[in-house]
Nanobody, 132 residues
Framework: QGQLVESGGGLVQPGGSLRLSCTTS????????IGWFRQAPGQEREGVSC??????TTYYADAVKGRFSISRDKHTVYLQLNNLQPEDPAVYYC???????????????????????????WGQGTQVTVSS
């Protein structure tokens, strides 16, 4: 499915907002679930959000529920980051789910956390920094 490209990161004050984009050159994303992950220096990669195109099932990590929102169009998946907090800074990555959309939706409904091992075609990441 090729590489993904993340953009939209930056430096914001606590409470600020950013919109991250995950884009392909022309590969249609509607056939796959797309995940957003983040990784701070020295930390493990953390699953943040996921969108299943079929049925629109979404996943959000507990730490970002009510603040982050995932959406998509044909070639781009967005992650809206609102009310950013000091614990949110990291490099944010998007990736394509290796699992069928129905399987991912089932895992989300069961409350299963997002695992980076289920995803491939990682982008290079975009840096999000929160500072006053």
């Amino acid at each position: 499915q090729g590489q993904l490209v993340e953009s939209g990161g930056g430096l914001v004050q606590p409470g600020g907002s950013l919109r991250l984009s995950c884009t392909t050159s022309g590969f249609p994303l509607e056939h796959f679930a797309i995940g957003w992950f983040r990784q701070a220096p020295g930390q493990e990669r953390e699953g943040v959000s996921c969108l299943v195109n079929s049925g629109g099932t979404t996943y959000y990590a507990d730490a970002v529920k009510g603040r982050f929102s995932i959406s998509r169009d044909k070639h781009t998946v967005y992650l809206q980051l609102n009310n950013l907090q000091p614990e949110d800074p990291a490099v944010y990555y998007c990736a394509i789910d290796r699992l069928p959309q129905g399987a991912r939706a089932a895992k989300i409904r069961l409350g299963e956390a997002l695992s980076s091992e289920d995803f491939n075609s990682w982008g290079q990441g975009t840096q999000v920094t929160v500072s006053s």
